[in-house]
């Protein structure tokens, strides 16, 4: 986890996540991550609502991210080129994280309200992707049907990275994912 | 709301589906329910564990004839074939329930809650897909491609059947939204 910045928010993130794979999601509290972190619980609350948020942050920046890569896109890009014109950024912003991935997936899968959480992110982000479309001219239908695609592709290719170590292989596990659904669709 | 069966299952549900409708979910008790059907709390808590459940109790026998279906499929349908294989047995069951379809997407549309049940409930009907075609044989990273694909489409498909007033038209609209697939990535 060196990667992580010596910020407070990197400290408190990284005191988070170790203590969550050590005892447990449900076993931490506020004030244990703000101990380990030597910070204050006022300061961990001035970076993060709970201690759920120290897992779902980085949502925001992927979809901000990947928003303007469909807006970015060339004019004649096809619906489904717009929609996955992200997955180079997202790459890119993911690379550096793939131990906070590998662990944050492993404490996401033994805890079902956090497994809902992160399905409610994956659809509020095909949602978005859908209105990035739409805002190029494409089709209500085939936004919403190009969105959900880029975002299974991108959600089954996150599922292969956490599991594997090489963290620079997202993006190329991605471009297989597209393949995978180009192959069972054009069937 | 004629179509619903004079049962108590029955009568409850259309107290609840008209309740809910006409002064909102959220401020609809057990009680109104159970006093509009005619009958008692504890007959409600006989059916459903919540008054949410009347909105997803149909849930169970969607998966249990969709994976029917899937497992139905001949030998040699490929993974999208035998994904979508529940298709028409889908239809057939929701034939009857347009009514009960239009008034519960009103519903769930006004309540973020019951949004993200229908998320959950969607992804857990995937990925018992999934299981479906690895038991078929398929490869794990197909089996979750096309099982998500299927249910995308299923999905797309049910927000547009709830939106106009043919009752039948599912089966063809689903069809629709596998061409609209097809086509998005197929370019």
Redesign the interface.
Known sequence: MSRWKPDAAGRLTQAAMTLFDRQGYEDTTVAEIAADAGLTKRTFFRYFADKREVLFSGSKELEHRWLEAVAAAPADA????AATAGFDTVAELFVERHEFARIRARIIDSNPELQ?RE??KL?SLASSIKSALVDRGVSH??A???A??AV??FH?AFA?WVQQDDSAAFRRLMDE?LE????????
């Open positions: 096809d619906p489904l080129a809902e399905l409610i659809q239908n085939a919403i049907i190009a959900q695609a299974t592709v089954v292969r994912s995978e659904l180009r192959a069972v669709t054009a069937a």
